[in-house]
């Protein structure tokens, strides 16, 4: 009889310590129930395992020695934690896409008479009024103003696409400060502490409980993918583009570098050349290819602007015949000079900048005809063909636009710009709302739910309060023994 009160205190102190060690599972899923990247812990149960008999002993049944906990195990949903993790970094990558272009549209958009497209418009304009006045000043002083608002404009514009790619590249003061040099610097330190964290969890495997290192890790999984395209192993181990960046066990590690500004830039992986299409950096490397495509398509504006015009207004580039000034000059000089967006100018005998009150509009050629070829030249006063056949320009095309005219080439390029920012926010939302569906899936599948932490603390403190009331009545019966 004593030994069976003996096996009834172990069995009833064994569920005593097991329900206090749930209640302290269920507490501490209580306590995180706002914690970020917290995922819940379960206490699984199991039978102590029982001390085989003596040979010399028979026992035809078996009572058992009590309960204990098997393991506190991790709550963790592998497959729905892979498709956040891609889905979190295609949606970051089309949010910074999206902000960053627009940021980038609002550089080349102005309203009103302030935009280039504008500008090109009140250009031909004046040409045109010139045609009808040949020999008016005030007309080739219009004529030559417009020509230096468009080309300033030109340059103004270049140089703006210029500073938005140097702030995302290298750091120049801005918006996006060194914004590509920063992320890939923390892609760096997150695989730093990733490192160390596998490490340490390899480690911990056969030495301590390391859910609160693996909730760190996902965490830290979760900030990487923000940045690139990660691929993670059954391992925990983290590729790029089919490059190791961290091993399972935390043994290596590889940083990423940027080889080339480009655009489009160029990366590295411990030496090996790696593209990333995804998060942060991956949108980083679109926005500098298109903001470089803006500037080739500036570029080729303005160079077929001053090629249109110097062709017709150069006599020594003029095929169908010589061009004159209003003095009646030969003209064998450029009415645009440079070579592209970024520093087209009126020819500097025609217009100086820096003394901008001292302009020579005579040799504005506007003529294709003098009246004697003196010496000295007389004037055709009433010659505004070359003025006119400039101001004609307005409305053709040209091959190296793509069939467009200038001014619709200029304002096409802001439309797919503005179109491909439309994209990218609906593509931006879309993504938010399957990561706001898979954070509520995996949140049901390892969060804390707290109608069942309290269910379960209600059966474990049950439990507990059974197994002390099995502990009074054995002790009862015990004593009882003891007075007979």
Not at 132 to 157: E, G, P, W, Y
Not at 178 to 186: A, E, T
Request: aromatic share 4%.
């Amino acid at each position: 009889m004593t030994d069976l009160i003996n096996t009834g205190w172990t069995i009833a102190r064994s569920a005593l310590l097991t329900q206090q060690q749930r209640l302290t599972v269920i507490a501490n899923n209580i306590a995180n129930v706002n914690t970020q990247g917290y995922s819940r812990r379960d206490v699984l149960l199991g039978t102590v395992q029982e001390t085989p008999s003596s040979l010399q002993e028979v026992r035809n049944y078996s009572i058992g020695v009590g309960v204990r906990v098997a393991d506190v195990v991790r709550a963790q949903s592998t497959a729905i934690q892979n498709m956040l993790r891609q889905q979190t970094g295609d949606m970051q990558g089309h949010d910074t896409r999206a902000n960053a272009l627009s940021q980038l549209e609002s550089l080349l958009t102005a309203d009103g008479d302030n935009s280039l497209d504008a500008q090109l418009s009140q250009f031909w304009s004046a040409w045109s009024d010139l045609a009808n006045q040949a020999d008016n000043v005030a007309l080739r002083t219009v004529v030559v103003q417009k020509a230096a608002t468009l080309a300033a404009s030109f340059n103004t514009i270049q140089n703006r696409i210029s500073d938005f790619s140097g702030q995302i590249i290298s750091g120049t003061p801005g918006s996006f400060t060194g914004s590509l040099p920063s992320d890939v610097d923390s892609f760096n330190q997150l695989a730093s502490q990733l490192q160390d964290l596998n490490a340490r969890i390899s480690y911990s495997l056969s030495s301590f409980d390391s859910n609160a290192l693996q909730d760190q890790r996902e965490t830290v999984l979760t900030e990487l993918s923000k940045l690139a395209d990660i691929k993670v192993g059954t391992d925990y181990s983290v590729t790029l583009d089919g490059q190791t960046v961290v091993s399972g066990n935390g043994s290596t590690r590889a940083d990423l570098a940027v080889t080339s500004g480009g655009p489009p830039p160029t990366f590295e992986l411990g030496g090996v050349s790696v593209a990333i299409t995804s998060g942060n950096i991956g949108a980083w490397s679109d926005v500098l290819d298109i903001a470089a495509g803006m500037g080739d398509r500036l570029d080729v504006l303005a160079i077929e602007l001053m090629t249109a015009v110097n062709n017709l207004h150069n006599s020594d580039k003029n095929v169908s015949g010589d061009t004159y000034d209003l003095s009646g000059e030969r003209c064998d000089w450029d009415f645009f000079t440079g070579t592209g967006a970024g520093d087209i100018a009126v020819n500097l005998s025609i217009y100086d900048p820096s003394r901008p009150l001292e302009m020579d509009v005579s040799r504005v050629a506007a003529a294709s005809s003098r009246a004697d070829a003196g010496p000295p030249p007389v004037p055709n006063a009433s010659d505004g063909s070359i003025a006119l056949q400039i101001a004609d320009l307005a409305g053709d095309t040209f091959a190296a636009l793509g069939g467009q005219t200038m001014g619709g080439y200029y304002t096409t390029g802001l439309v797919l710009l503005g179109n491909l920012i439309q994209s990218e926010e609906s593509l931006a939302d879309s993504g938010k709302s399957v990561v706001s569906a898979l954070t509520d899936a995996l949140q049901s599948e390892v969060g804390v739910n707290m109608e069942e932490e309290l269910m379960s603390m209600t059966q474990a403190q049950r439990a507990f309060q059974a197994a002390s009331r099995l502990m009074s009545i054995l002790d009862e019966l015990m004593q009882t023994l003891l007075q007979m």
